[in-house]
């Protein structure tokens, strides 16, 4: 990833205030796409990541199966020749949609649950609860021909909501941006291997399981909880339709557990749906679900955000900042 796309930085955190995707602090520069289309020279098959046996990418079929339930009607090909092809179609999709890509507002529905021991203390954050937001993706297009993403939401008021809100605060933050590690630029952070084919809500697609490449990640994500921060690396599964070379389903998971933080899963998975936009003529694949969930060794956090009616957001509407 070069030095334009992590202008933002990295970071999740959960439960301490919120937990935010990689490339989703405050705006997310993308550089040109020129320089993003160099030829993708670590994307080659299966490598040993690590001495974690537990990684996605090394796991044999079945046993990743087990893990990631989602695969389960995987047609398995053991071959690697596909990968290279998916994974520049990806990277030409990406660029094609940048250009493209309007300001946008949807309706955001989102549900929470905590355990009762969860680290979300207090009898009140143990209840279940959800909220209405208006989620807005906000594209400036440069005149560099690089692109600044910046995601936000807004309460029934138009206010800003702060990350680091009341309880019924959203954990869950960077859906917008989740999809572009995938990148030509971004992908040689990552290692990948081809899985085989599956029929996804509805759609043949490529299936390909990821990691992040450790030594190669200079900026990652990182984990804050109870006055201690820790980075840490994503692997995870695309699902990718096989006419469009669209993101059909991302899931995401640690690619090794926090035990200085005690965290020992977290799961993102995000489906998206190819979505016409009403009076501008064109169609993009957004999200529409996303299912979050993270174990402290506590009990379970977990929350979904559904996402509808997307529209155009005119910058005339007034967003008023949080007091």
């Known amino acids: 990833m070069n030095a334009a796309c992590k202008s933002a930085g990295l970071a999740a955190i959960w439960p301490a205030a ?157 859906f917008a941006n989740e999809w572009l590690f995938f990148r030509a630029a971004n992908q040689r952070e990552f290692r990948f291997r081809y899985l085989g084919e599956q029929d996804k809500e509805g759609r043949m697609t490529f299936v390909v399981v990821f990691a992040q490449d450790p030594a190669k990640v200079t900026n990652p994500a990182h984990f804050q909880s109870q006055g201690k921060t820790a980075p840490f690396f994503y692997q995870g599964v695309l699902w990718i339709d096989q006419s469009s070379f669209d993101i059909v389903m991302l899931r995401t998971d640690l690619l090794a557990p926090l035990p200085d933080l005690s965290l020992r899963q977290m799961t993102t998975e995000v489906t998206f749906h190819s979505v016409p936009i009403r009076g501008f003529g064109e169609v993009f694949w957004l999200p529409s679900q996303v299912y979050l969930s993270n174990d402290q060794g506590a009990g379970p956090v977990e929350e979904t955000h559904r996402y509808s009616d997307y529209h155009l957001f005119h910058a005339e509407v007034r967003i008023v900042d949080s007091p």
Not at 96 to 118: I, K, N, Q, T
Request: glycine share 8%; net charge neutral.
């Open 18 to 174: 919120v937990w935010m995707a990689a490339l989703a602090i405050g705006a997310v520069r993308l550089a040109p796409a020129q320089d993003a289309l160099r030829p993708i020279r670590e994307a080659q098959g299966p490598q040993s990541l690590s001495q974690n046996a537990s990684a996605y990418f090394e796991m044999p079929v079945a046993k990743l199966k087990g893990a990631v339930p989602e695969l389960r009607g995987l047609r398995f090909d053991a071959g690697q020749e596909r990968l290279l092809p998916v994974l520049a179609g990806v990277a030409k999709t990406i660029e094609a949609v940048l250009p493209r890509l309007p300001d946008l507002a949807s309706r955001e529905d989102v549900y929470h649950f905590s355990a009762p021991d969860s680290a979300f203390s207090g009898l009140a954050s143990a209840e279940p609860w959800s909220r209405q937001f208006r989620y807005l993706i906000l594209t400036h297009h440069n005149s560099d021909g690089s692109t600044t993403i910046n995601e936000l939401r807004t309460d029934s008021k138009g206010r800003t909501v702060d990350r680091s809100g009341d309880f019924t605060t959203p954990s869950g933050y960077g």
